[in-house]
């Protein structure tokens, strides 16, 4: 089987229609917007956009800034060679939730989920992000990759644009935390089909050692960042809006692996005791959700 094989399910002509459809409703969107669209941003979206405008470009030029300004900036890049097992099983749920049908990678950063949706078989994987450099970077690396069926756009993830009733899927991949969810929760809602389902994944907020550290290393996040990491309360807000299902919780003692890496196997089946344990679990450094719009 050739790689277009393997990256393009079979689909209706009504999901051919559709693909079509947000193709070009994309296409005037980005036409039609107003040239002074970011300057009408609020400044916390602004404050976003020019930190990881800076973030993007940054990381990618890591082989040749001074090993001193790298780690100041990301630093704390170190402590995901940890999450291995809610990587797996955020891919695996990409996997089994893309073919065939309409993704919305919301807030997409360099597109690296969204590539994972569209080699899926997505019909179509759409990637938004308010990171200009964060759209270029993503659009490069799918057009290297040779997929076709994923776009990339800058837009704004609390009023999106889109059409009501429009996505099969979307997929949170560590941002929510950005997004006043006030707003977010209800874009969502609109923009998802009934009975579309979204996968996230975010930090927690309640173990006080991390929490130390996030308060140490203000420099690696933003403002309003700094102040929204979630928690169950929002979880219950998402609950007006959603069937929350499959509350998971992940990485505890595994965190320990980033100074020996050797131990993590041991670290991570540990985890998976003690996150089973009420108490405990909230003191996990990431918890995964679904939000499923009711029919």
Not at 192 to 214: F, H, Q, S, T, W
Request: charge should be positive; proline fraction near 4%; aromatic fraction near 10%.
């Amino acid at each position: 089987m050739n790689t277009a094989e393997k990256r393009v399910e079979p689909h209706s002509n009504a999901v051919d229609t559709e693909v079509r459809f947000l193709r070009e409703y994309i296409a005037r969107l980005e036409a039609s917007r107003e040239a002074d669209w970011l300057g009408k941003l609020e400044q916390r979206k602004l404050d976003e956009l020019a930190f990881h405008n800076k973030s993007r470009a940054t990381y990618e030029q890591r082989e040749t800034l001074p090993q001193d300004v790298y780690e100041q900036l990301h630093g704390n890049k170190k402590f995901y060679a940890t999450t291995k097992l809610s990587n797996d099983y955020l891919t695996n749920w990409v996997r089994t939730h893309s073919a065939g049908r309409i993704v919305l990678d919301y807030a997409c950063g360099n597109g690296g989920v969204t590539r994972k949706a569209a080699q899926a078989g997505a019909a179509l994987a759409m990637g938004m992000d308010i990171s200009d450099v964060s759209v270029a970077n993503a659009r490069r690396l799918a057009a290297e990759e040779g997929l076709g069926n994923a776009v990339f756009f800058q837009g704004d993830c609390e009023k999106t644009g889109l059409p009501d009733n429009s996505v099969d899927v979307i997929l949170c991949s560590g941002m929510l935390h950005h997004l006043d969810l006030s707003y977010a929760f209800p874009e969502m809602r609109r923009i998802l089909k009934p009975g579309g389902v979204c996968i996230a994944g975010e930090a927690l907020d309640y173990n006080p050692a991390i929490k130390l550290y996030r308060m140490r290393t203000p420099h690696m996040r933003t403002e309003w960042e700094k102040a929204h990491i979630l928690s169950y309360k929002d979880l219950n807000f998402a609950s007006r809006f959603f069937e929350v299902r499959e509350v998971r919780h992940w990485h505890l003692f595994s965190i320990l692996g980033v100074k020996a890496p050797s131990l993590l196997p041991v670290l991570n089946a540990l985890d998976a005791q003690m996150l089973r344990l009420p108490g405990i679990k909230l003191m996990s450094w990431i918890f995964t959700f679904e939000l499923r719009k009711p029919v």
